[in-house]
Nanobody
Framework: QVQLVESGGGLVQPGGSLRLSCAAS????????MGWYRQAPGKERELVAS???????NYADAVKGRFTGSRDNAKNTAYLQMNDLKADDTAVYYC????????WGQGTQVTVSS
């Protein structure tokens, strides 16, 4: 198993930016495509970005052009740069392996509000 710890969330005004981090406990993290997910109150968890082991990315339409995923395999860490944040981005953000997730971390809360 791999333990995942997300951080970097907070309260930000609309139009603001945040950078989330996801630290993995084991280097096998480096072998897998990682996803950034979010879950808003009363909604199901959704995938917003994925980053392959080589750094290629894909994004949900809702965040395309505003969010940028990356990773540093030497540090067993994935990142999500979020720009031009909107109220609809408010959610708890998680990272995990695509398709066959490991145990979920605690997530990091992102709140976009004026």
């Amino acid at each position: 198993q791999v333990q995942l710890v997300e951080s970097g969330g907070g309260l930000v005004q609309p139009g603001g930016s945040l950078r989330l981090s996801c630290a993995a406990s084991r280097s096998i993290f480096n072998l897998y495509t990682m996803g950034w997910y979010r879950q808003a109150p009363g909604k199901e968890r959704e995938l917003v970005a994925s980053i392959t082991s080589g750094g290629s990315t894909n994004y949900a339409d809702a965040v395309k052009g505003r969010f940028t995923g990356s990773r540093d395999n030497a540090k067993n860490t994935a990142y999500l740069q979020m720009n031009d944040l909107k109220a609809d981005d408010t959610a708890v953000y998680y990272c995990n392996r695509i398709r066959t997730p490991w145990s979920w971390g605690q997530g990091t809360q992102v709140t976009v509000s004026s």
